[in-house]
């Protein structure tokens, strides 16, 4: 069960209609996740600083269970999350960063239990 948070200083204005379901899909596919499994938050016209920069930029957070625990995995993840943000948001590859959380089934609740026990 993906989250995946993007926050960016752009103004709404600037960010594709329909961004939130095209990033459902690609972390989906980025993933290997069912779609129907992503949750995606997409938050626009924040006050922040990217790399010491107001500039438009991008802080991605992305937390799943058993995906994204090693170096290698998260390698891969980054190169084509950084393909889809840099295409869908005309920003250069130094102005996107990338967090990677694992989390545990007992960390996520649904349906009044957590995932454990689903």
Avoid: Y
Wanted: proline share 6%; with cysteine; aromatic share 6%.
């Amino acid at each position: 069960m993906p989250f995946v948070e993007l926050d960016t200083n752009l103004p709404a204005g600037r960010v594709p209609a329909g961004l939130e379901k095209r990033l459902c899909a690609a972390t989906a596919a980025i993933l290997g996740k069912p779609e129907n499994r992503v949750n995606v938050t997409v938050r626009s016209g924040l006050a922040m600083v990217v790399d010491g920069s107001a500039e438009p930029g991008v802080q991605l957070i992305v937390s799943s269970i058993g995906v994204v625990g090693t170096a290698e995995d998260n390698r891969g993840h980054s190169s084509r999350f950084f393909e889809f943000l840099t295409k869908e948001l005309q920003l250069s590859q130094d102005r996107i960063v990338i967090r990677f959380f694992p989390i545990e089934p007992w960390q996520i609740g649904k349906k009044g239990t957590v995932m454990t026990f689903l």
